[in-house]
């Protein structure tokens, strides 16, 4: 298979080929797209860009709700030798600030986005007194609406070893970090996945992953358009809204290749529960590729046994591994053969310690399922902390070399570094095991947190939580687990505190409405401790805390720090009380009172979704996701139902 030298060597070979991209936004909302008009746009576009001031080796900002505007900019970057910097657009304070981080760190930066957007970061750094990035908005920012086409762009050869683009993976969001991708390691690894899966021109892929997310644009945008295949690309909210529209269109379009991380099956399974499909043929879909996220045995099982009788096959179901510090792909499983697991006693997951097995249903049993061999071009070593390699069956740290490995971080040379080790490895942070060939990931050597196939680091939110009245740094500590009832990461928070649970229930609801507001994440359980856990050296033992709430040391103060509801709503207005015992079943600690404000509480943006959906299946056709916004109380959209 043809190994390209550039990105515009993809795009120019796929221009050529009868094949479009469709653009979905909802169940009778789309477009399609020709590849040779793809080419053509980007080029007009270009063009545009040029007539700015643009030039090669400058970076394009790409902060866009549109996927199809994301697409085209990519690639009209790409064509010019302008370095593309997709960055998403998220709901929280935090994520305008992640973006404000980004253009500051960058050198000749050019924000591209829609008016209400830039209406909306303008309106924020003036609150926040951000003068010199209202400036830089209000000088540097080339609108969609307003670029328009005029002569076609000037095409720059690129060569291998030029930057490709830059990858803000989720992580920190304090100091963001770019991973710097050639043009050389992104076709190197498009090409080692399209063999490792098997894709070909025959093949019709679907995915609402976004587009800033490594398994979006470089799986299933890149890579597909690589195997020739014609590809459809679901707007991420479209899918949030309706899940179930995911499996409507896979049928409709006969998919064979879809793509969803953890909470993805989580999330359509809550909304199939309730509403059912209708009456679909998926026995189409050869691959789901499930990554981004540890990956839930149990989850993966419910998912296709609810999918079975509409003929999806069990091996449809593929566990990858990959990171966006090695471009995505990095290990797959066998095609055509179904999953596997292994079940492990947890205590036994030490660096360069044999693991041990156990039985299922044992007190500390723990599951992992395989994620296969190394991919083309990709060599995986298990080392112990010495980075010294460690045999089969032994637990260690999973160490990456080959062509599509990253060679630094963007601006940062420290970081650069500390991501190699002395022989020129690269660290993933990530810690593993080989059983028979295949890589089993057991748990993480570096301290971060996936929630719904994000990445974020503790110390974070740590910082936002420090600021509610009575907590410092130091005294609260933020780590991620995942439980066999909880099937995704649950976000934990450990505070120090040695006083009365009433005082600390009043502390502890200040926490979790602050981290919601500022990073949309929700927090699943608040836990006071009497003690935080040091090193001799004075760092965190987050493992300490981590393994206590495995072993059940803390669900006595759990149970009494849950809400003391009764079974009967609080409020007489008959349609108020429905609305509360909805809310009750979506949001995990958190009590919704009638006069609530819904944004204001510290529940996720998928829980708002959840609790929408639930009232849509109440009351059909009356209540949209946006209205919320508008009625953010649950008296208010009682009164708006009502309307």
């Given at each position: 298979?043809?190994?390209?030298d550039t990105l515009?060597?993809?795009?120019?070979?796929?221009?050529?080929?009868d094949?479009?991209?469709r653009f979905i936004?909802?169940?009778?909302?789309?477009?399609?797209?020709t590849?040779?008009?793809?080419?053509?746009?980007?080029?007009?576009?270009?063009?545009?860009?040029q007539?700015?001031?643009?030039?090669?080796?400058?970076?394009?900002?790409?902060?866009?709700?549109?996927?199809e505007s994301?697409v085209?900019?990519?690639?009209?970057?790409?064509?010019?030798?302008?370095?593309?910097?997709?960055?998403?657009?998220?709901i929280?304070?935090?994520?305008?600030h992640?973006l404000f981080?980004?253009?500051?760190?960058?050198?000749?930066?050019?924000?591209?986005?829609?008016?209400?957007?830039?209406?909306?970061?303008?309106?924020f750094?003036?609150?926040?007194?951000l003068?010199?990035?209202?400036?830089?908005?209000?000088s540097?920012?080339a609108?969609?609406s307003?670029?328009?086409?005029?002569?076609?762009?000037?095409?720059?050869?690129?060569s291998?070893?030029?930057?490709?683009?830059?990858?803000y993976?989720?992580?920190?969001?304090s100091?963001?970090?770019?991973?710097?991708?050639?043009?050389?390691?992104?076709c190197t690894?498009v090409?080692?996945?399209?063999?490792?899966?098997?894709?070909n021109?025959?093949?019709?892929?679907?995915?609402?992953?976004?587009?800033?997310?490594?398994?979006?644009?470089?799986?299933?945008h890149?890579?597909t358009?690589?195997?020739?295949?014609?590809?459809a690309?679901?707007?991420?909210?479209?899918?949030?809204r309706?899940?179930?529209?995911?499996?409507?269109k896979a049928a409709e379009?006969?998919?064979?290749?879809?793509?969803?991380?953890n909470f993805?099956?989580?999330?359509f399974?809550?909304l199939?529960?309730?509403?059912?499909?209708?009456?679909?043929?998926?026995?189409c879909?050869?691959?789901?590729?499930?990554?981004?996220?540890?990956i839930?045995?149990?989850?993966?099982?419910?998912?296709?046994?609810?999918?079975?009788?509409?003929g999806?096959k069990?091996?449809?179901?593929?566990?990858v591994?990959?990171?966006a510090?090695a471009?995505?792909?990095?290990?797959a499983?066998?095609?055509?053969?179904?999953?596997?697991?292994?079940?492990?006693?947890r205590h036994?997951?030490?660096i360069?310690?044999?693991?041990?097995?156990?039985?299922?249903?044992d007190?500390?049993?723990?599951?992992?399922?395989?994620?296969?061999?190394?991919?083309r071009?990709?060599?995986?070593?298990?080392?112990d902390?010495?980075?010294?390699?460690?045999?089969?069956g032994r637990v260690?740290n999973?160490l990456?070399?080959?062509?599509?490995?990253?060679?630094?971080?963007?601006?940062?040379p420290?970081?650069t570094?500390?991501?190699?080790?002395?022989?020129g490895?690269l660290i993933?942070g990530?810690?593993?095991?080989?059983?028979d060939?295949?890589?089993?990931i057991?748990?993480?050597s570096?301290d971060?947190i996936?929630?719904?196939?994000?990445?974020?680091y503790?110390?974070?939110i740590?910082?936002?939580?420090?600021?509610?009245?009575?907590?410092?740094?130091g005294?609260?500590?933020v780590?991620g687990?995942?439980?066999?009832a909880?099937q995704?990461?649950?976000?934990?928070?450990?505070?120090?505190?040695?006083?009365?649970l009433?005082?600390?229930?009043?502390?502890a609801?200040?926490?979790?409405v602050?981290?919601g507001?500022?990073?949309?994440l929700?927090?699943?359980?608040?836990?006071?401790v009497?003690?935080?856990?040091?090193?001799?050296?004075?760092?965190?033992?987050?493992?300490?805390?981590?393994?206590?709430?495995?072993?059940?040391?803390?669900d006595?103060?759990?149970e009494?720090?849950?809400?003391r509801?009764?079974?009967?709503?609080?409020?007489?207005?008959?349609?108020?009380?429905?609305?509360?015992?909805?809310c009750?079943?979506?949001?995990?600690?958190?009590?919704?009172g009638?006069?609530?404000n819904?944004?204001?509480?510290?529940?996720?943006?998928?829980t708002?979704?959840?609790i929408?959906?639930?009232?849509?299946?109440?009351?059909?056709?009356?209540?949209?996701?946006?209205?919320?916004?508008?009625?953010p109380?649950?008296?208010d959209?009682?009164?708006?139902?009502?309307?």
């Amino acid at each position: 298979m043809q190994l390209h030298d550039t990105l515009t060597d993809l795009l120019a070979a796929a221009r050529g080929r009868d094949r479009h991209i469709r653009f979905i936004d909802g169940e009778h909302d789309e477009i399609t797209v020709t590849l040779s008009q793809l080419w053509d746009r980007a080029v007009a576009l270009l063009g545009a860009l040029q007539s700015r001031g643009m030039r090669q080796g400058d970076e394009l900002v790409i902060f866009s709700q549109s996927n199809e505007s994301v697409v085209v900019a990519f690639w009209a970057a790409i064509l010019g030798g302008i370095v593309p910097v997709p960055v998403a657009v998220g709901i929280s304070d935090e994520h305008r600030h992640k973006l404000f981080r980004i253009l500051a760190q960058l050198q000749r930066a050019t924000l591209f986005t829609e008016p209400d957007l830039l209406e909306r970061l303008l309106k924020f750094a003036k609150e926040q007194g951000l003068q010199d990035t209202e400036s830089f908005l209000e000088s540097k920012t080339a609108l969609n609406s307003d670029v328009e086409p005029g002569a076609d762009g000037e095409l720059h050869a690129a060569s291998a070893d030029d930057i490709a683009f830059i990858q803000y993976s989720s992580g920190s969001t304090s100091d963001p970090k770019g991973v710097c991708l050639t043009h050389r390691n992104v076709c190197t690894n498009v090409r080692a996945i399209t063999e490792g899966l098997d894709w070909n021109e025959d093949d019709q892929s679907l995915s609402w992953m976004p587009l800033t997310h490594d398994m979006g644009l470089i799986g299933f945008h890149l890579t597909t358009m690589f195997a020739g295949m014609n590809i459809a690309i679901m707007d991420t909210n479209t899918f949030v809204r309706r899940p179930l529209l995911w499996m409507i269109k896979a049928a409709e379009l006969r998919a064979t290749q879809l793509c969803s991380p953890n909470f993805g099956y989580k999330h359509f399974l809550k909304l199939f529960e309730r509403k059912g499909l209708p009456d679909l043929d998926l026995s189409c879909v050869k691959l789901i590729v499930n990554g981004a996220e540890p990956i839930s045995y149990s989850l993966c099982e419910e998912f296709l046994a609810a999918m079975a009788p509409y003929g999806l096959k069990r091996s449809t179901m593929f566990p990858v591994y990959g990171l966006a510090e090695a471009t995505v792909g990095v290990s797959a499983s066998d095609v055509g053969s179904e999953y596997s697991r292994i079940i492990v006693h947890r205590h036994s997951l030490r660096i360069g310690e044999p693991y041990k097995t156990a039985e299922l249903g044992d007190e500390d049993a723990v599951s992992f399922i395989k994620v296969g061999r190394a991919i083309r071009d990709v060599e995986i070593r298990i080392a112990d902390d010495a980075d010294k390699p460690l045999s089969e069956g032994r637990v260690g740290n999973i160490l990456l070399r080959g062509g599509s490995v990253t060679q630094r971080i963007y601006g940062d040379p420290a970081a650069t570094q500390s991501l190699f080790t002395t022989d020129g490895w690269l660290i993933t942070g990530d810690c593993g095991v080989f059983v028979d060939g295949e890589l089993v990931i057991t748990g993480r050597s570096k301290d971060i947190i996936i929630v719904n196939g994000q990445n974020y680091y503790p110390h974070d939110i740590e910082e936002i939580a420090a600021e509610v009245e009575g907590l410092d740094l130091g005294k609260v500590v933020v780590a991620g687990t995942k439980t066999h009832a909880s099937q995704t990461e649950e976000l934990l928070v450990f505070a120090l505190y040695k006083r009365d649970l009433d005082t600390f229930r009043l502390m502890a609801d200040k926490v979790r409405v602050r981290i919601g507001e500022q990073t949309g994440l929700e927090v699943d359980h608040i836990i006071p401790v009497k003690k935080i856990p040091k090193t001799t050296s004075g760092k965190v033992q987050r493992a300490v805390l981590l393994n206590a709430y495995l072993d059940g040391e803390f669900d006595s103060v759990i149970e009494q720090m849950a809400p003391r509801v009764s079974d009967e709503p609080t409020d007489a207005d008959p349609l108020v009380a429905e609305l509360e015992l909805i809310c009750r079943e979506f949001s995990k600690e958190c009590t919704i009172g009638p006069d609530d404000n819904l944004f204001e509480i510290g529940v996720s943006s998928l829980t708002l979704t959840e609790i929408s959906l639930a009232i849509d299946e109440r009351h059909p056709g009356r209540l949209d996701i946006s209205d919320i916004f508008d009625y953010p109380t649950l008296r208010d959209i009682a009164a708006f139902l009502r309307r």
